[in-house]
């Protein structure tokens, strides 16, 4: 497959799970794979780093990538992460905004009695994190010498269905997405003229360590949620990042595409 050969990408919160996906399929699609996030080699729900780090991985399979530490809710280390990588590679096609969490996964509350401490962690990196992402990624697009396609790049952010819908006692969370989807269809438009395409994809429950935790009981009840059943895999949300990154992607802009195993469809 060579969907993104040549093509230089950025993804943050490359990790683990949906990044880390993500970084390794747009690899195997043929990109030079810059991966960013808070530290090179994930950590499990019980704190024990056990995986070789997404870039070494590439690496080892042949691919090109390197890592960047980067706070993707910290202007100066997004911009130090698209200027590094302009600087080294000579542009940017592709920046994944990936890097998220949800600050009350532990301690869900209601709207009353929710932390404003949870709330600003949340926006933080769900919603600044995406904003700096598009922002400092399309300052550099624009500069950029179309590519023979007549497009300049490509920005996905990873949101979530909660950046569609809501949900009971996650007021962060899902304001914090509600956001990003914003953002996204603001720079669509802002970035439309330049030949920019700034989409977002909206994952549904994903089999990641994000909620590996939970309990049987509730993970009976999540998978019901989902006409498909069960839940998403990584991989899922990689192949439509692939999509929405590539240059078959010619007339799609400021969408937020569920991956969602149907969960939207209510």
Known sequence: MSRLVDKIAIVTGSSSGIGRAIALKFSREGAVVVC?????????????????ATHDLITQNG???????????????????????????????????????????DNPRPIWDFSQEIWDKDIALNS?????????????????DPLPCGD??????????????????????VASKHAAMGVTKVAAWDCAP???????????????????GISGEVRGFVQQLHPFRGLGKPEDVANAAVFLASEENTWVTGI???????????
């Open 194 to 212: 330049h030949r920019i395409h700034v989409n977002a994809i909206c994952p549904g429950y994903t089999d990641t360590a994000f909620i590996s």
């Open 152 to 173: 300049r790049g490509w920005i996905v952010n990873i949101v979530s269905v909660f950046g569609l819908t809501g949900a009971a006692s996650i007021a962060g969370y």
């Open 256 to 266: 937020g595409l569920p991956v969602d195993g149907g969960y939207t469809s209510l």
């Open 63 to 105: 691919g090109t990538a390197e890592f960047l530490r980067v706070d993707a809710s910290k202007a100066e280390d997004v911009e130090r992460l698209v200027a590094h990588t302009a600087l080294k590679y000579g542009r940017l096609d592709i920046m994944i905004n990936n890097a998220g969490a949800s600050a009350e996964a």
């Open 36 to 52: 960013a996030d808070i530290r090179e080699i994930a950590r499990t729900e019980i704190l024990t780093e056990t995986e070789i």
């Open 128 to 144: 600044t994190g995406v904003f700096l992402g598009c922002k400092y990624a399309s300052a550099q697009m624009i500069k950029q």
